[in-house]
């Protein structure tokens, strides 16, 4: 069987307009069936994901409630890459404002996409090492983060005992341990 064709776009209709994200229509011609569907997307700008680990070998990390599960979670820091910001400036400016920590390394890990069946972005994943408290936490108002540090190798565990659960980070981490032991995920034959 042959590899699905993209979707003829039939019509594009931006419906709602939010702060984060916007609500988009489209109407799709599915090259398989000749039938025109309705799709929801949500178009948001990139994001980005800090892994800053400290010269003690220690991940800072972000505890702070989300309201979408109503609980409060583990996370790396992270958030929206700005329209006047690139990848790797957002992860700085991530990094500062929800820690106070900075770092002059910065190292690419990758990219994902968090939802292809609903959302048209990218999460940007970046090392950030030799990272150091710098000065004060900026949040914003609907912000409340508490800045917390874990040794790295403790990160397993913490993902392995259900502590951390977002999706996004649990790639980064993925991302991290892909890259710095390729070993462990041998290339498919």
């Given at each position: 069987m042959p590899p699905p064709k993209p979707w003829k776009i039939v019509s594009s209709q931006l419906e709602r307009h939010f702060r984060i994200f916007n609500i988009r229509t489209d109407a799709a011609v599915s090259p398989r069936t000749g039938k025109t569907h309705a799709f929801f997307i949500l178009?948001?700008?990139?994001?980005?994901?800090?892994?800053?680990?400290t010269s003690q070998g220690e991940v800072v990390m972000v505890r702070q409630y989300r309201h979408g599960i109503r609980e409060t979670t583990l996370e790396i820091p992270g958030g929206l890459v700005e329209e006047q910001d690139t990848p790797r400036q957002a992860a700085a400016r991530e990094l500062q404002e929800e820690t106070g920590y900075t770092a002059a390394d910065f190292r690419f890990l990758g990219?994902?996409?968090?939802?292809?069946?609903?959302?048209?972005?990218?999460?940007?994943?970046?090392?950030?090492?030799?990272?150091?408290?710098?000065?004060?936490?900026?949040?914003?108002?609907?912000?409340?983060?508490?800045?917390?540090?874990?040794?790295?190798?403790?990160?397993?565990?913490?993902?392995?005992?259900?502590?951390?659960?977002?999706?996004?980070?649990?790639?980064?981490?993925?991302?991290?341990?892909?890259?710095?032991?390729?070993?462990?995920?041998?290339?498919?034959p």
């Open positions: 178009e948001s700008a990139p994001w980005v994901n800090v892994i800053p680990v990219s994902v996409h968090p939802n292809p069946a609903i959302q048209d972005n990218q999460c940007h994943t970046y090392l950030a090492e030799s990272a150091v408290m710098n000065g004060p936490q900026i949040q914003d108002e609907k912000e409340d983060i508490q800045v917390v540090r874990h040794r790295f190798e403790d990160v397993p565990g913490l993902i392995n005992s259900g502590q951390i659960t977002h999706s996004l980070v649990l790639c980064a981490f993925f991302l991290y341990f892909l890259r710095s032991a390729p070993t462990a995920f041998p290339a498919s």
